[in-house]
């Protein structure tokens, strides 16, 4: 007797169905196409793609948090936006106090001062999270209407407090010596920060993708987002595992802020609010609760924005509300729909 | 015939029924009661306030919609009006063709964005409205040859309605009778007109099925009421309702631009007015904007002297400063949507039955 005989027969999915679960991920290279043949000069285009690339880099680290969030507990957080101004401030203060390691020419002294700036951030901002979490979101799961009000409401009191400690005016701070500039290649520029945006989204990306399919919480995680009350069954407190993921999302909202506040040199109260825009199109884009679809969402709000802002510049923010109003058209709950098993 | 006019919602509770009476006759008698530039210009911002909360509490309280798209609408009725003076010259007929225009535009736009996103779920809908409407405050303040950017389009009104002409020699109880009176009455009794259609459509078979919606969608939709379809005009309305009172307040202030019409901050206050006034209830649109717009003009005054008055103490002047009201209103309003859901009305409701 072999052990063919026994083996579970998998079926194969056939190829037009792939195509159809694929053919998100093909929009990316495709809109990387019709930017290179609508901007027409090779050196423009590689900074305007590196650019896009970041930008989209830091909006998925906001966004993942949020659509995770989402997709687990069906909890859709307005106040998202504040961690973001939190963790920028937090990092401001923590990068001005430790203003000599920042004008430091080395790089591995520059990049410890960032690192630090993150981590307090990340930690100040996870913490807010189980505040939150604890405080204001807690007290009206399963109320959508209910969440969206008071979230909001939490938005508009984290932002007047943030006045009152830092107050009213935008801050403003260089960014360490080492990652000002830009490299050179061939004809392209490339500022330095965008680079390592790009790659500190990467990775996060891929540790992400990782505790989602190989560990067990990841496990955890995808089997609550498919049916929260089959994993309690099991005799699992999602409760639990959710204020986790909570706090990680805020953590990666603080993080975020971070690396936009020195992207942009200057933060203000407001800041979390207006980023949330892109961040709300880039959820959507992708499929309320789902990373991957955020990802890719979040490179072709990038990626567009950046060429739209050089095309066309009065029309950048409006361009990338025509790309969700395309998305929808095609997918109408977004790129990558969780399903949920009711 | 009051009975009839309020389309048979009466307030329902005495105390409610004498606090919004008094507010009606505090607004028709605004100018006479209250003499002086500042205390007209407040009463002609509540009455403008009420038909904008309201129709925003169509949407919120009624419907079970959350949008954050209204003060988009609000803001194409205004620059509806605005672009045709400034085109046409001051004439009513230029106010007519863009109120129609903005109202007409706002419909279009609402009509839009409820077929595709209103289909899927209401959250959606409420992060889409986000993003088009922060899409268009960039768009109005960047198209700066039309719309005049940041600054606004400043503009003459009708010269019926300017401060210097006179109606009548003499006095009326100590008051002018100039054209900034008639103007006073002209959105007043406009607002009356609307506030009252909208009461009547609340109560008309269609808004019931907006409240059976609202409480139940899947049963709404069981019983063989097209839930999409309903959402939508809600939507459609409530946005035609915003415009206009966006063509209220562009002939009131002779000026249009993004922070008085289109930016977030009116946004979350008309969010505020709703909540603490009372969602699902006309009433609560009236109380919640005479509250809030009296506190906003009035309260935060007495916060600066507060706010000096304990400047000897660390953080706590911050806290009260002036300029932090806001964020006392944000706890009332997380507060009032656990503890209230029903707002001041739907407390003072509850008692009397």
């Known amino acids: 007797m072999s052990d063919a005989a026994i083996r579970p027969k998998i079926e194969r999915a056939s190829l037009a169905e792939s195509l159809k679960t694929r053919a998100p991920l093909a929009l990316v290279p495709a809109l990387a196409l019709v930017g290179f043949l609508a901007i027409g000069s090779f050196p423009t285009w590689v900074t305007l793609t590196v650019a896009g690339l970041a930008m989209g880099m830091m909006i998925f680290i906001m966004a993942s948090g949020l659509t995770l969030v989402f997709g687990l507990m069906d909890v859709i957080n307005f106040g998202h936006g504040a961690f973001v101004t939190v963790g920028a401030f937090v990092g401001f203060t923590v990068l001005a106090w430790l203003a000599g390691w920042t004008s430091d020419p080395s790089i591995l002294i520059n990049l410890t001062a960032v690192f630090l700036a993150i981590l307090a951030s990340m930690a100040v901002t996870g913490l807010l999270g189980y505040a939150f979490e604890r405080t204001i979101v807690m007290p009206v799961y399963g109320s959508h209407l209910k969440q969206i009000l008071v979230t909001m409401g939490g938005l508009i009191i984290a932002q007047q407090l943030i006045i009152v400690i830092w107050g009213p005016d935008a801050i403003h701070l260089s960014r360490p010596e080492a990652l000002q500039g830009s490299f050179i290649f061939g004809t392209a520029l490339v500022e330095k920060y965008r680079l390592l945006a790009v790659v500190v989204g990467l990775i996060l990306f891929l540790a992400m993708s990782y505790v989602l399919n190989r560990t067990k919480i990841g496990l955890l995680v995808r089997a609550g987002v498919e049916n929260g009350e089959m994993v309690e069954a099991l005799g699992y407190r999602i409760g639990r595992l959710f204020l986790g993921v909570f706090m990680t999302g805020s953590a990666l909202a603080g993080l975020g802020g971070v690396m936009w506040g020195l992207y942009q040199e200057t933060i203000t109260a407001h800041m979390g609010s207006e980023i949330m825009v892109l961040v709300f199109i880039v959820v959507i884009i992708g499929g309320l609760g789902s990373v991957g679809g955020c990802f890719i969402g979040a490179m072709l709000v990038g990626l567009l924005s950046n060429y739209a802002a050089f095309l066309m510049p009065k029309f950048a923010l409006v361009s990338t509300i025509v790309l969700m109003v395309a998305v929808l058209m095609w997918r109408p709950q977004g790129l990558y729909p969780v399903v949920k098993a009711k | ?353």
């Open chain 2, 1 to 353: 015939m009051i009975s009839k006019l309020l389309s048979g919602d009466r307030p329902g509770s005495p105390i409610l029924a004498i606090v919004v009476l008094a507010i009606f006759l505090a607004l028709a008698f605004a100018p006479f009661l209250f003499p002086g530039t500042r205390s007209v210009e407040t009463a002609a911002r509540i009455c403008i306030f009420i038909v904008l909360v309201a129709s925003y509490d169509l949407l919120l309280g009624y419907t079970g919609i959350v949008s954050f798209a209204h003060t988009m609408f609000f803001g194409i009725g205004a620059y509806g009006v605005a672009l045709a003076i400034t085109v046409m010259g001051a004439s009513f007929a230029a106010i007519l063709v863009g109120a129609v225009g903005g109202v007409l535009v706002a419909m279009l736009l609402a009509l839009l964005i409820g077929l595709f996103s209103l289909r899927v779920k209401a959250i959606f809908f409420a992060m889409v409205t986000l993003a088009v409407a922060s899409a268009f405050a960039v768009l109005v303040s960047q198209m700066s040859a039309i719309t005049g950017g940041e600054d606004g389009l400043n503009y003459a009104i009708p010269s019926v309605f300017k401060p210097a002409t006179k109606l009548m020699d003499g006095r009326l109880f100590g008051v002018r009778l100039d054209g900034k009176l008639l103007l006073y009455y002209f959105v007043f009794v406009c607002a009356l007109i609307l506030f009252l259609v909208m009461l009547r459509m609340v109560n008309s078979p269609f808004g019931r099925v907006l409240k059976a919606v609202r409480e139940n969608a899947f049963r709404a939709e069981a019983i063989g009421y097209r839930v999409v379809v309903y959402r939508t005009a809600a939507t459609v309305l409530s946005a035609a309702m915003a415009a206009l009172a966006g063509v209220l307040i562009a002939v009131w202030l002779r000026y249009t631009g993004p922070a008085t019409t289109l930016s977030f901050e009116i946004m979350i206050d008309i969010l505020l007015m709703v909540v603490i006034g009372g969602m699902g209830t006309m009433y609560g649109a009236v109380i919640g904007a005479t509250l809030f717009i009296l506190a906003q003009t009035y309260l935060q005054t007495l916060m600066g002297a507060a706010s000096e008055a304990t400047s000897s103490i660390p953080l706590l002047p911050h806290l009260i400063d002036p300029g932090r009201w806001l964020l006392w209103l944000g706890v009332l309003f997380v507060l009032s949507v656990y503890f209230f859901p029903t707002g001041i009305v739907g407390r003072l409701r509850g008692r009397s039955a």
